[in-house]
């Protein structure tokens, strides 16, 4: 309708209702773009604080999964330290503390639950990471996905790595299971033999190993992992105004 009448203007040579239709023209247009842009920037808008809500209830979930575990992997690398300063005798003590030999039994254990936060890995696979607004936030959860994938994948590595000690060294580490009523689950019994273990270099060495690997896996995975998370999760919670009781936030 308009077209024809810009066209009707040419032709009868009318260039002022030429210029006022074709004004018309351009602006509608112009404001259509705007009422757009504005539209997808609102919805953005939303989408984005939608997603904080997610990722928040994701990231708590993951902490969750991992920090029974992770808190007490920390206390082991310690203790498995420990263990070898008794054993290799740069302490007074000649007896390993309980908490020192189930440190030493569980030295080849690497596995804990690293959790996806999978809000954030829905937006990447749909392109959709600008988003979120706070461009810190964005590189931070980019790094923790990556540091994710690489923790993951250091649990393989280490566990193929590493001797299972009471199985290698049945005479030096004894493991009895029995389910724990007040616990709920499996437990078991460890007894170490210090003069067994002392006496067997090939032990030593192995042992030496799983402590230095967990020390690396610790160092260099978990730790970091648990570093960024941290730092991901006090972000997201200024962001949604959200405070934790001291001493239960990660
Ligand atoms: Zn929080």
Request: net charge negative; aromatic share 8%.
């Amino acid at each position: 309708m308009l077209l024809r009448r810009i066209t009707k203007h040419v032709k009868d040579q009318n260039w002022f209702a030429f210029g006022l239709d074709f004004f018309i023209v351009v602006f509608g247009v112009f404001v259509g773009l705007q009422v757009s842009n504005w539209n997808d920037a609102r919805q953005a808008r939303e989408d984005g604080g939608q997603f904080l809500v997610q990722l928040h209830d994701d990231i708590v979930l993951a902490k969750d999964m991992s920090s029974r575990v992770l808190d007490r992997r920390l206390q082991r690398a310690v203790n498995m330290v420990d263990a070898a300063d008794v054993l290799f005798g740069r302490v007074q003590a000649t007896a390993l503390t309980q908490a020192q030999c189930k440190a030493i039994f569980a030295s080849s254990i690497f596995d804990i639950p690293i959790a996806a936060l999978g809000s954030f890995d829905e937006l990447v696979a749909s392109g959709r990471v600008a988003i979120i607004s706070d461009a810190s936030l964005r590189t931070d959860l980019l790094a923790l996905r990556q540091i994710a994938i690489t923790t993951r994948e250091a649990i393989e590595t280490y566990s193929l790595m590493a001797a299972p000690l009471e199985q290698v060294f049945p005479e030096a580490i004894e493991n009895d299971a029995y389910f724990d009523e007040a616990l709920g689950e499996v437990q078991a019994h460890i007894r170490c033999n210090e003069e067994a273990m002392r006496s067997n270099r090939a032990f030593l060495n192995a042992m030496s190993v799983n402590i230095d690997a967990q020390d690396a896996f610790i160092r260099d995975g978990l730790g970091v992992w648990k570093n960024q998370i941290v730092g991901v999760h006090k972000k997201v919670d200024a962001a949604l105004g959200i405070t934790h009781n001291e001493g239960r936030a990660p």
